[in-house]
């Protein structure tokens, strides 16, 4: 899979970077950032895949996650391929990343 | 709504008499305790208020974005806040209440309000006083060390804020509400939580952070797990707060969370 799919996500106001993984948490494409090792990005993959996981325990059925920090945020989303992981700043402009991540889901799904 | 300026700000500067109190006179129908707690930790105000409702009196001290303390007579911590979030009218001002040597509260603002919303459910029902006092609250945000500036408000500014500029906390009791430690001992399951909360709450919170940990992100203070009706929102302030519920009820959460 190519990390392309991911690009418009790039475009959106306060987005960092992004990167989808298998259901079982395994990386299958990314557009992060340098700054980001890829060992890292895999070991937060493979935790995001097991966090979603458990929280089907919780909830059935569960769509996503999303984790707030100091300055940043992770969203993830469920797909049929696995999972749509998109890292923001703190107020990243929601309403365009919503539009952008319905696009590249598409294509991710095609 | 503009930040205000915290109340130790107004002790330095009415250190000189020519300088008039800052801050204005609000008056907010049918405003809640709850509202006003909100309010002060978004502001990070610093400062003690009392509150008083037919002849009863507590305080609040609010410091660094959070409700630090509270006493009602000899109650104090989150029992006093209970009691108080249950009187249905008076008055809340800034005074001179000695500051508490320690805190009695170890929970953020949005944990505070959940616990103390669900001990409020479980209260029994008042003594009916007749007609409901609905008087007006009024919190005065005014030099507290300038006595004439508290009597004398009348003359101030007033203004309305909308309903919608704070979130109607009384949403908060729909939810179900588990607390825990850091170490997963749990405190209270509230609203028909079940230990299924509390283990969702700890094992999320404990995941979030390994993954901000692998990214270099540091602490994960929030998460929320969506589902397609109801959502798990999991709080990590001086405990772990974890509230399911339905996601229209959370959408208020999320958002002071910047989660929404």
Redesign the interface.
Known sequence: MSASALRPLRDVPGVIGSFTCGALGELLACDMPER?ARA??E??AA??G??LQ??D??????????????????HARRYAGGLLCV?TE??PD?EKMESASRGVLAALEA | MAALPNLHEFDAASSADDVAPEGFAIRLPSAQLGDLIQINCLNRVRGAFRVSSEGRQGHLFFEGGQLIHADFGAVTGLDAVVQMLGWRGGAIEPCHAPWPPESSIDMGADALLLCAAQRLDEMPLRPSHGAEDLTTKVVRRVAITDQAGLDGAAGEPEIELRPSVVPAYAQLRQLQVAQLTFDGVVRQLKSGATLDLADTGFFSQRMAASIGEALGLGDCHAVFLDGPVEGVVVIKGRSVVATRGNKADLAFILSRLGLA
């Open positions: 980001f890292a990005i070991t937060a935790r995001l097991n966090l458990s929280s325990e919780a909830l059935s059925e569960a769509r996503g996650i999303a984790l707030s920090f100091a300055e940043h945020q992770l890292l703190k107020n929601r």
